[in-house]
């Protein structure tokens, strides 16, 4: 994994065709299909003294059943995955969804994925980008060039919460997330959305868009 510069990597996404910025990310188009991850949710059993993720005195809550508790369409108007999905109603002992970054077993589950959808390749080369209010660079691009099986090291390796976009050198698939989302769009071809949503630990969604 190393750092650059080059902001040349980044040419292809500032066409007018894609949404975004190197502030909050792009939200680039163009593939077979797309899918949203949607960050998973926890609720404690009791007031936690701090929140988090899965533990003792916690157990996640998938999106359908709050959806369903709460009688609320998450995605009405074709709103994307955030804080926006359930603002009118939130259970007290709910923690939010991780706001621009997947949990590190959501990301270890989506690499996996992403590998296959290289041809198997974990040494495959990619391109991450952070978005410049998470790494609070706002004169300076934030931007590494990684293996794929280094991306699940990202966190620990850049000390910056999760990356707004990742995508291979042959731009066959693409990541995107932003700051304020709790969801990460995956674009690709119709087996890797399809191996995506078969995957039962991971909540996908098709609405969103």
Known sequence: MERTSDPRLLDWLRDPMHGGDEVT????????????????????????????????????VRWSDLARRLDIDPFEGSRPPSYRSFLSRWPELLAAASEGELLSWELERLVDHLVEATSGREDARCVVLYSAIYAN???ELVLFRAELKELVHLPDATGIPGP????????????????????TKVSGSAELVAALRGDSELETSSLGF
């Open 25 to 60: 990310g792009f939200d680039a188009t163009g593939w077979e299909a797309s899918i949203w991850i949607l960050h998973a949710m926890y609720e404690h059993e009791r007031p936690p003294a701090r929140q988090g993720g899965p533990g003792p005195g916690r157990h996640r």
């Open 137 to 139: 660079t706002p004169d």
């Open 164 to 183: 707004c976009n990742l995508w291979p050198d042959d731009r066959s698939w693409f990541v995107y997330t932003d700051n304020d989302l709790w969801g």
